[in-house]
T-cell receptor, first 113, second 113 residues
């Protein structure tokens, strides 16, 4: 079946270093992805999205890379800060109102001061 | 603040009981999604409504049901509660479906004793 998964459940990074969170997907027809950040005790928040006609998209300190050949995407966080500590989910949003929503299991990022 | 509200924030009840969780989407959003997040687990998609109609179903138990009312608010009903139903329940909304980010509420923490 369709799935979206992350390679590592936890990631510890030194403050100031760059973080890379990976995600694999199985549906070749997936053409839009969203990364969400969930801080402890809160609901997920949108970080950045990317469509399949792009290989790379940049935001403020975040970059998402999409490799359609191997069905893999990654979220890069530059100069990681303590406030970046959270669980990060990649999501395959529905394309129609009849599609299910697929979230990856999440990667917990811990920033070491 | 995402603009999505959920009540109550916390709910403690006993096995076998029935509870109702309420969600008010962002103003103008027609789609409402419900998710379950158990301890240290990812987001499990339960069900989605669009403008009052059920559109997509995830792994929602038969003991659970939901509806979206004409004013677009939604309720998730959980009955014959079991210990394993203890979780965070999130509601999210989006303007439409397809290629849209979802805005998540703060969640309802359900504890079944």
């Amino acid at each position: 079946g369709e799935s979206v998964g992350l390679h590592l459940p936890t990631l510890s990074v030194q403050e100031g270093d760059n973080s890379i969170i990976n995600c694999a997907y199985s549906n070749s027809a997936s053409d839009y992805f969203i990364w969400y950040k969930q801080e402890s005790g809160k609901g997920p928040q949108f970080i950045i999205d990317i469509r399949s006609n792009m290989d790379k998209r940049q935001g403020q300190r975040v970059t998402v890379l999409l490799n359609k050949t191997v069905k893999h995407l990654s979220l890069q966080i530059a100069a990681t800060q303590p406030g970046d500590s959270a669980v990060y989910f990649c999501a395959d949003p529905p394309r129609t109102s009849y599609d299910k929503v697929i979230f990856g299991p999440g990667t917990s990022l811990s920033v070491i001061p | 603040d995402s603009g999505v509200t959920q009540t109550p924030k916390h709910l403690i009840t006993a096995t076998g009981q029935r509870v109702t969780l309420r969600c008010s989407p962002r103003s103008g959003d027609l789609s409402v999604y419900w998710y379950q997040q158990s301890l240290d687990q990812g987001l499990q998609f339960l069900i989605q409504y669009y403008n009052g109609e059920e559109r997509a179903k995830g792994n929602i138990l038969e003991r659970f049901s939901a509806q979206q009312f004409p004013d677009l608010h939604s309720e998730l009903n959980l009955s014959s509660l079991e210990l394993g139903d203890s979780a965070l329940y999130f509601c999210a909304s989006s303007v439409d479906v397809g290629y849209n980010e979802q805005f998540f509420g703060p969640g309802t923490r359900l504890t079944v004793l």
